[in-house]
């Protein structure tokens, strides 16, 4: 069946350092692909998808790009802020259902 | 605004009763989802509908129950059967296969 495997956390990183958080997923078909970031104590908000092959996402200077040939769909940003502490969810959606990754905590210090 | 209405955000329940946690979308979206989610961990999939009057078991379904009478509501029972339900109950919908997928403030369920 449809899988996720995204990159344990936490990750604790400097303001104005680089972000990637790798995403891999495993599915029959074309599925899209999301990011989802939800902040303590609400729902999961969309940051970015992608629905085929070679499609870059991008929202928020967040950007990820859907690799058919490697299954990924890494998040990447290249100045973290600390407004972007948040657990960072990698989401593949299949036929019917939508599987999530186990989620990554991201804590970004001044 | 559209959106997902989910409903009560905070929910204290004694052992053995039953509790409904309400989830309502005026999205027109035919997909609703629950998902559960427990401290530090990721979403599980409790039960989904994809059209009204169905809805199939996810990956942790029993101890829960579903109904799916109109298109814009799917709310969920937390059974006594469910031994172990404190947790944070998400409600998401979506238009259908690949679309984006819109989820609710959450629902905290605490058993006191």
């Known amino acids: 069946g449809d899988s996720v495997t995204q990159m344990e956390g936490p990750v604790t990183l400097s303001e104005e350092a680089c972000l990637t958080i790798?995403?891999?997923?495993?599915?029959?078909?074309?599925?899209?692909l999301f990011w989802y970031v939800q902040y303590p104590g609400e729902g999961l908000q969309l940051l970015l998808k992608?629905?085929?092959?070679?499609d870059k996402g991008s929202n928020k200077g967040f950007e990820a790009t859907y690799r058919k040939e490697t299954t990924s769909f890494h998040l990447e940003k290249g100045s973290v802020q600390v407004s972007d502490s948040a657990v960072y969810f990698c989401?593949?959606?299949?036929?019917?259902?939508?599987?999530f990754g186990t989620g990554t905590r991201l804590t970004i210090i001044p | 605004d559209g959106g997902i209405t989910q409903s009560p955000k905070y929910l204290f329940r004694k052992e053995g009763q039953n509790v409904t946690l309400s989830c309502e979308q005026n999205?027109?979206?035919?997909?609703m989802y629950w998902y559960r989610q427990d401290p530090g961990q990721g979403l599980r999939l409790i039960y989904y509908?994809?059209?009204?009057?169905?809805?199939q078991k996810g990956d942790i379904a029993e101890g829960y129950s579903v109904s799916r009478e109109k298109k814009e509501s799917f709310p969920l029972t937390v059974t006594s059967a469910q031994k172990n339900p404190t947790a944070f109950y998400l409600c998401?919908?979506?238009?259908?296969?690949?679309?984006?997928?819109?989820f609710g403030e959450g629902s905290w369920l605490t058993v006191v």
């Open positions: 790798n995403c891999t997923y495993t599915a029959t078909g074309y599925p899209s």
């Open positions: 998401a919908s979506t238009r259908g296969r690949g679309n984006t997928i819109y």
């Open positions: 992608a629905t085929k092959a070679d």
């Open positions: 999205l027109n979206h035919d997909a």
């Open positions: 509908s994809q059209i009204v009057n169905d809805f």
């Open positions: 989401a593949l959606g299949g036929n019917e259902k939508l599987t």
